[in-house]
């Protein structure tokens, strides 16, 4: 099992274009989760997705947009990216139940010049 | 005030001591505890989930005071492969909701 897999690992953009985060599970996992790691600030939640069909904002959802394709892949659109967007993306999935862990994809590094 | 909160670190510690984090929620309705391990550069890995009774996994101890809203972990004769940052979650809404505290680095020097 590949567990929780992010592609790309590193991309640069300059202001203003658009990516999109790809993130995939293989564990069966109900619920998936974008977060974004900065110096001091934690993980910060930008959007989640309980169940297939399902999206929620999280912490820090302006300037990203996401879509639950299927219960495997849950990916994270930056339609028009900005320097403050400059940051490591972390994908996670967990299984339902209170108290199931998360598991953490190994990221996605974003550099927005 | 963050949610979560920990101690700010660095802990800079010699090989063989003990050494204590102290983490506090403000939300009393927080369901799930657990404690996160990162290397640097890497992905947050489960270090151990936090039981009301306290619980001990090796070298690792979780504790839990739910009145006091206060989650620690202790790690005893510490070794050069625990220098990381170790983070405190939080969940809430059955679950759904994880909320990570900024994290503790530890150093463990040789």
């Known amino acids: 099992n590949a567990g929780v897999t992010q592609t790309p690992k590193f991309q640069v953009l300059k202001t203003g274009q658009s990516m999109t985060l790809q993130c995939a599970q293989d564990?069966?996992?109900?619920?998936m989760y974008w977060y974004r790691q900065d110096p001091g600030m934690g993980l910060r939640l930008i959007y989640y997705s309980a169940s297939e069909g399902t999206t929620d904002k999280g912490e820090v959802p302006n300037g990203y947009n996401v879509s639950r394709l299927n219960k495997r892949e849950f990916s994270l659109r930056l339609e028009s990216a900005a320097p403050s967007q400059t940051s490591v993306y972390f994908c996670?999935?967990?299984?339902?139940?209170?108290?199931?862990?998360?598991?953490f994809g190994p990221g996605t590094r974003l550099t927005v010049l | 005030r963050k949610e979560v909160e920990q101690d700010p670190g660095p802990f800079n510690v010699p090989e063989g001591a003990t050494v204590a984090f102290n983490c506090t929620y403000s939300?009393?309705?927080?369901?799930?505890f657990f404690w996160y391990r990162q290397d640097c550069r890497k992905e947050p890995k489960l270090l151990m989930s936090?039981?009301?009774s306290g619980n001990e996994d090796g070298r690792f101890t979780a504790q839990l005071n739910r009145a006091s809203q206060y989650i620690s972990l202790l790690i005893r004769d510490s070794k050069l492969s625990d220098s990381a940052t170790y983070l405190c979650?939080?969940?809430?809404?059955?679950?759904?909701?994880?909320?990570f505290g900024p994290g503790t680095r530890l150093s463990v020097l040789p």
């Open positions: 939300n009393s309705a927080s369901q799930s």
């Open positions: 936090v039981y009301s």
């Open positions: 996670a999935s967990r299984s339902s139940g209170r108290a199931h862990e998360q598991f």
């Open positions: 979650v939080v969940t809430h809404n059955y679950g759904q909701n994880f909320v």
């Open positions: 564990m069966n996992h109900n619920s």
